[in-house]
């Protein structure tokens, strides 16, 4: 089956505590991202890679890591979590191509509180 | 800062009606263009894209892109309670592989 992987899907941790939330697709796509959601605020975009080895900051990065080593992988990173990283984090993936077609597809979310 | 704008609802519809839910954005140079739904504490899910102005039809589904009035529209005809859910529309920033989301609008469809 085609999808979008995430771990853990809850985690509740502590100011400072590093933590990495896994990314992992099964369907060959270039392009994945990292999406941050908030009441009143919708999706935002943390981080996103065009290809292995190929990354780059979306509107809201600060605090966050990525990294792509392999084309299906791509870790979400935080170094030293804060409360305001509390939130509901989506990992995407889609192709690129030159059809131009970039329809993501979303994994099925991690719900963070940082206490 | 490029921005998708959305009502936010909630625009409530009785079951078989037309809902019609739209979007501007402020980025002329977009060029593609999505509707999502999103249930309560699920993940998005893609309904359609559309990427030349005009009309895409899928089902009791229509995408209307309007680029030089910088708008995107959803039509969701003979709506179903099932259909009741948060609809996102999100845009492929110009000249990056940036996305923007609207803040979605909340569909009520009454049985």
């Known amino acids: 089956e085609a999808q979008v992987t995430q771990n853990p899907r809850y985690l509740i941790t502590v100011t400072g505590k590093k933590l990495t939330v896994t990314c992992s697709q099964n369907m060959n796509h270039e392009y994945m991202s990292w999406y941050r959601q908030d009441p009143g605020l919708g999706l935002r975009q943390i981080y996103y890679s065009m290809n292995v080895e190929v990354t780059d900051k979306g509107d809201v990065p600060e605090g966050y890591k990525v990294s792509r080593k392999e084309k299906r992988n791509f870790p979400l990173i935080l170094e030293s979590p804060s409360p305001n990283q509390t939130s509901l984090y989506f990992c995407a993936s889609s192709p690129t191509g030159t059809s131009g077609r970039n329809e993501q597809f979303f994994g099925p979310g991690t719900r963070l509180t940082v206490l | 800062q490029k921005e998708v704008e959305q009502n936010s609802g909630p625009l409530s519809v009785p079951e078989g009606a037309i809902a019609s839910l739209n979007c501007t954005y402020s980025d002329r140079g977009s060029q593609s263009f999505f509707w999502y739904r999103q249930y309560s504490g699920k993940s998005p899910e893609l309904i359609m894209s559309i990427y030349s102005n005009g009309d895409k039809e899928d089902g009791r589904f229509t995408a209307q892109l309007n680029k030089a009035s910088q708008y995107v529209s959803l039509l969701i005809r003979d709506s179903q309670p099932s259909d009741s859910a948060t609809y996102l529309c999100?845009?492929?920033?110009?000249?990056?592989?940036?996305?923007?989301f609207g803040t979605g609008t909340r569909l009520k469809v009454l049985a």
């Open positions: 999100a845009v492929r920033t110009s000249g990056t592989y940036k996305y923007i």
